[in-house]
């Protein structure tokens, strides 16, 4: 899956402080960590307020923490099957 495949299934933007933000405020520099849901994708858009970019295994943390916090995951957290 490639980035622009992704972008339709992006559910949660956050930010490296853990600030929810919106779709409009995402930045090219983005890092979108993905988990497969049955059929379709969930994606979180995850990027620093401090303009840096971000490296996977950050990314994936940041994703996982904010899912952890809405309880997405039924059970432990799963590891990203997507990071872009």
Do not use: H, K
């Amino acid at each position: 899956m490639n980035r622009e495949q992704a972008l339709p299934y992006v559910s949660f933007y956050v930010d490296d402080a853990q600030a929810f933000r919106s779709r409009d405020e995402m930045p090219d520099n983005a890092r979108l960590v993905g988990w497969q849901c049955g059929f379709e994708p969930l994606f979180v858009a995850v990027w620093s307020y401090l303009d840096v970019r971000l490296d996977d295994d950050e990314a994936a943390e940041l994703a996982t923490d904010m899912l952890r916090e809405r309880n997405w995951f039924s059970d432990e957290p799963t590891e990203p099957d997507y990071i872009i």
